[in-house]
């Protein structure tokens, strides 16, 4: 019998380890810790309008590239929180989740042999997204304490072949929030070499002690070359629901919706009714947000210390980088086996964000998207690790 090949993009990526450490979790009975979802309810409202959706018989496909009363919601909200104006029928298209209309995004705007700059650690998704869409990607470090780049090394890693740049601020896994001016120097090489940014700004409502969300797509020079990425997930905690979108001049969203036509049709329709009843909540339902998330924050940050992690300050995201160098392991996936199955809470192993895993070495990925009662219960048994 011949042996049945795959192909060798799927053989050149491996799985996601996010999602791997989660079956662990449940394997072990452990705190999850690591995959970032809630594990809160989501606001009653918008459940409701979900329900009542399905009821009023909102399921058959909505227009592949997103029901109008969404679209005009996701404009809406835009315009209310940063006062930009984006065109509903001809610069959005909604997708199932951000993680779609990021690879729609790059199969849209990127050939094989393109490069694509890509800061790192990285959500580790946007490796296998590069390796589909066949772009060569050309890693740019963030260095701790403030996860800033060197802005002579950002501007080596351009060039002739460069097609885009992925940025992710508020950042997953670092919780860094990009400063104007990085993104201006960014901006600059992106004109310089007719680069697009593509943008996951689905963290945009987190952000901690005075950090401010900068939208690359307000930078002066990147109103006309960013894909601004968000969703429903994180900001209204309904991470399985799997409504995003993509925000983008005409001529790039015209391109996008039609590979995302082709790659699912569209997102679920009763969805993404409720979605449009979620992006209509008040201003005080994100400044509550953010306040609950810090809360979060800080109970994780000190659980972590208390365990003898050292923990890198998050100001946006819900995520916290420790560094476990003292603590006698070989490396970052021994760190978070021995803690997944010895002492019950589920981490990520650092060198999943990282293009090399020896950069990753020492460090483990925590998420505070939990109840303060799961982060305290995941503190006592973290207790263990310090004595
Ligand atoms: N963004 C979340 C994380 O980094 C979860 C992503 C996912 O698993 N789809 O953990």
Not at 74 to 86: D, L, N, P, Q, S
Not at 88 to 109: D, F, K
Not at 313 to 323: I, R, S
């Amino acid at each position: 019998m011949t042996a049945i090949r795959t192909s060798a993009k799927a053989e050149s990526f491996t799985e996601s380890v996010i999602r791997e450490m989660t079956r662990h979790a449940v394997a072990h009975g452990a705190i999850n810790l690591a995959q970032g979802f809630p594990d809160f309810p989501a606001p009653e409202e918008i459940k409701r309008a979900a329900m009542a959706a399905i009821e009023a018989d909102v399921n058959q496909y909505a227009i592949t590239w997103g029901a109008r009363r969404l679209r005009e919601a996701i404009a809406a909200k835009v315009a209310r929180t940063y006062g930009t104006a984006v065109d509903p029928e001809r610069e959005i298209c909604v997708t199932c989740g951000a993680t779609e209309g990021m690879i729609a995004a790059m199969l849209a705007l990127v050939d094989p042999g393109d490069e694509v700059v890509v800061f790192e650690p990285f959500y580790e998704n946007y490796g296998p997204d590069a390796i589909l869409a066949g772009a060569v990607p050309r890693f740019v470090a963030l260095r701790e304490p403030d996860w800033t780049f060197d802005e002579r090394e950002l501007a080596a890693a351009f060039g002739p072949r460069t097609r885009a740049v992925i940025l992710n601020t508020p950042n997953n896994p670092t919780g860094k929030v990009f400063t104007r001016a990085e993104l201006q120097a960014v901006a600059r090489l992106c004109e310089r070499w007719g680069a697009v940014a593509i943008s996951d700004e689905i963290y945009e409502h987190m952000t901690y002690d005075g950090a401010v969300h900068e939208p690359v797509a307000r930078i002066p020079g990147m109103e006309d070359r960013t894909v601004t990425i968000n969703g429903l997930s994180k900001t209204y905690s309904v991470t399985g629901w799997r409504v995003g979108w993509t925000i983008a001049p005409p001529d790039l969203t015209g391109a996008i919706r039609k590979v995302h036509d082709f790659l699912t049709v569209g997102a679920a329709a009763p969805l993404q009714e409720a979605g449009a009843a979620a992006l209509e909540l008040p201003g005080s339902y994100y400044s509550r947000l953010a306040a609950d998330y810090l809360e979060r924050r800080d109970v994780l940050l000190g659980a972590l210390e208390a365990a003898g992690l050292k923990t890198s300050k998050p100001f946006g995201a819900y995520y916290v980088m420790c560094d476990v160098a003292g603590l006698g392991f070989a490396d970052d996936v021994e760190a978070a086996m021995h803690l997944v199955r010895d002492v019950g809470v589920a981490s990520v192993p650092g060198s999943s964000f990282f293009s090399r895993p020896e950069l990753g070495r020492t460090k483990l990925r925590f998420s505070f998207c939990k109840r303060l009662e799961t982060l305290r219960e995941a503190g006592e048994r973290l207790r263990a690790l310090g004595r």
